[in-house]
């Protein structure tokens, strides 16, 4: 790992993770000869390891770690693991980020360009760990949780000015550009954890509702389509598919509110632009359809008709994944009413147009009802 000609970093740690993910167990367990496990060892050395080795390599070694680390079946040994890996990430993030912060409350100083950088570093390397360590991050993730959301909501809010202020071309600014990928690397750490996460009651009492104003709020208000991420629809997306009907009373009726609306207007213009929200959004609502049907018991007419409308746009899509996901939600709607006590408001909402925009569907003919 320590050596610079071209590709051979890259080709260590990439072995060095299929070697964690086959033997990761081995390196827990004190072999024949040795003083302590080779994962002891390892933490007692980390600094110097990772020392020559670039940001995505990094990322590379810490999952490959994690996998180490969750292998050890002693949960004690695993915090102790945890927190020894997580330590230089920790003190970068204690030093960059907390104590702007606390200089701060503004957070002025986390605009500037290497502390961007630093952060969006920071939380990559998070999201590998907890995405290879799985339930045991819960320890790691409650230490910087409550940052992650300030720094997002810090970073949202930047970039909406920064967006609303110059105009689109901004939004491909490298300032921008760096604002809106921390912004990605964060809603990624938050949905990475909610896919690990195995205390389902934690996850709705503790991270989600803490999570609404940052994330929807942000989406909600911003002034541009650019200021919004897809990765917030695929947050909620996970977020649903997790808390299942935990989710109908609150959670869905707050991500609809704020979501649908917003989202329908970016990608319904046309058939090409914002790609990645396409596919988000029509994957959130079948996340709701699957997992949390009850809550779409609540939506009025006018809301049912919307959801319909939307459904039908996407099975009508010319991009064939968003087609399918389309029609495959479409079954889904049709299953789930077909055994519910609001069948007949929503075949009274949808019948008329669905048999219309099937029937053109199979011509050949397409359209946006909407």
């Known amino acids: 790992m320590h050596e610079t000609h071209p590709g051979v970093q890259d080709m260590a740690c990439e072995t060095f993770l299929k070697i964690c993910h086959k033997c990761r167990r ?11 496990p080779f994962v002891c060892e390892l933490l ?5 390891t990772i020392q020559d080795l670039e940001a995505h390599q990094v990322h590379m070694f810490y999952e490959a770690v994690g996998l180490m680390v969750g292998a050890d079946a002693d949960q004690a040994r695993r915090a102790a693991y945890l927190e020894r890996l997580m330590s230089p ?6 030093a960059v980020v907390s104590s702007s912060l606390a200089a701060d409350p503004s957070g002025a100083q986390l605009l500037e360009p290497e502390r961007v950088k630093s952060v969006t570093n920071i939380l990559q390397t998070n999201s590998s760990v907890c995405s290879s360590l799985g339930a045991p991050f819960a320890p790691q993730m409650a230490r910087v949780f409550g940052d992650v959301l300030r720094v997002y909501a810090l970073y949202s809010s930047a970039a909406d000015a920064a967006i609303a202020d110059g105009g689109p071309h901004a939004a491909r600014s490298a300032g921008v550009k760096a604002l809106r990928g921390a912004k990605r690397a964060a809603l990624r750490l938050l949905e990475t954890w909610v896919g690990a996460c195995d205390d389902v009651e934690l996850l709705a009492r503790q991270y989600v509702p803490a999570m609404a104003e940052p994330v929807l709020g942000a989406y909600a208000r911003a002034r541009s389509p650019e200021s919004r991420d897809a990765e917030a629809l695929a947050l909620y997306a996970a ?3 997790k808390l ?3 989710a109908t009373a609150e959670v869905v009726p707050r991500c609809f509110d704020a979501v649908f609306g917003p989202t329908l207007e970016m990608i319904t213009a046309n058939f090409e632009d914002f790609p990645e929200h396409r596919l988000q959004f029509f994957a959130l609502l079948r996340s709701v359809a699957t997992a949390a049907f009850g809550a ?7 809301q049912l008709k919307l959801l319909v409308d939307a459904v039908v746009w996407a099975f009508r899509h010319t991009e064939r994944n968003v ?16 055994r519910s006590p609001a069948a007949a408001q929503f075949y009274q909402v949808s019948r008329f147009e669905l048999v219309l925009s099937l029937f053109f569907l199979g011509g050949g003919v397409i359209f946006s009802p909407l």
Do not use: I, Y
């Open 26 to 36: 081995k390196f827990v367990v004190q072999q024949l000869g040795e003083a302590e």
């Open 44 to 48: 007692s050395g980390l600094a110097s």
């Open 89 to 94: 990430p920790n003190a970068t993030w204690d």
């Open 239 to 241: 977020v649903v598919g």
């Open 244 to 246: 299942r009907s935990a």
């Open 296 to 302: 779409l018991f609540g939506l009025g007419g006018a």
């Open 323 to 338: 087609a399918e996901t389309g029609l495959n939600l479409l079954l889904d709607l049709l299953q789930a009413f077909e």
